[in-house]
């Protein structure tokens, strides 16, 4: 990677980092906007009132039912759609490749060095009423699991009836879920399930339920700040 790129990425982690310094660690009357997964203490269903700031990108993540808010640290492009990297507070970071998650550090399970291949499109794969299948390799910690080989199958499902779903109508979007066949005995882990704005010729993920392991599963979706006091999409 050219010197330029690789201090342009660095830049904008360090400008995250220290944007949240400025924004969260040093000002009280905020609530607590980016929590760590481990320390999550907004009760559920209290985060409504949050206040976000408007110049930053979040996605909304609970897990146990418990919200955090992670905010968008930059963006690069990808065949596979764009990879967005999230960081909380604490630097633990989820970084998503086209609405899949591809890196998880500093939980308590981690992906790394995560690959995609042959990923279909959302259309694509809608269209297919038996689904589509593509390979995923990934190294997985703690454990030193390296390599780890998936088969993902997406289908095409109808709207959960149970979702963390937030603001938006689980009917405005097109729903999908993946299984996983994996190389390693026991490394199966639940299914992941998407949901996809099909609207005006998109195919953005909204929405998602995965997990990193069978005891790390979490919800995410996208969260558009519009002021702080309409919070509509």
């Known amino acids: ?29 905020l609530n607590a906007v980016v929590q760590t997964f481990q320390d999550a203490v907004v009760p559920r269903g209290a985060d409504t009132d949050v206040a ?17 808010y ?16 999230y960081y909380s507070a604490s630097k633990e970071v989820l970084e998503f490749q086209g609405g899949r998650l591809v890196r998880a550090a500093g939980l308590t399970s981690e992906w790394r060095n995560v690959e995609l291949i042959d990923v279909p499109s959302w259309r694509a794969a809608a269209a ?21 080989r998936d088969a993902v199958t997406l289908k095409r499902i109808p709207a959960p009836q149970k979702i963390g779903l937030q603001r938006l109508n689980p009917g405005e979007l097109t729903w999908f879920e993946e299984l996983m066949t994996t ?13 996809v704005d099909m609207t005006a010729g998109r195919e953005e993920p909204v929405y998602g339920e995965q997990c990193v392991s069978k005891d790390l599963c979490f919800t995410w979706q996208r969260w558009d700040v519009v002021g702080t006091a309409d919070k509509r999409r």
């Open 1 to 29: 990677m050219p010197f330029t790129r690789l201090a342009v990425r660095v830049l904008c982690a360090l400008s995250a980092f220290t944007a949240f310094a400025v924004l969260y660690g040093c000002s009280s009357g």
């Open 52 to 68: 976000l700031n408007p110049r930053f990108q979040y996605i909304r993540v609970t897990v146990d039912g418990r919200p955090a």
């Open 70 to 85: 992670l905010a968008l640290g930059y963006e690069r492009a990808s065949p596979y759609g764009p990879i967005r990297t």
């Open 128 to 148: 297919k009423e038996s689904g589509a299948v593509w390979l995923r390799m990934r190294d997985v910690m703690p454990g030193y699991r390296y390599g780890v």
């Open 183 to 195: 190389d390693v005995p026991g490394a199966i882990l639940p299914r992941a399930v998407y949901g």
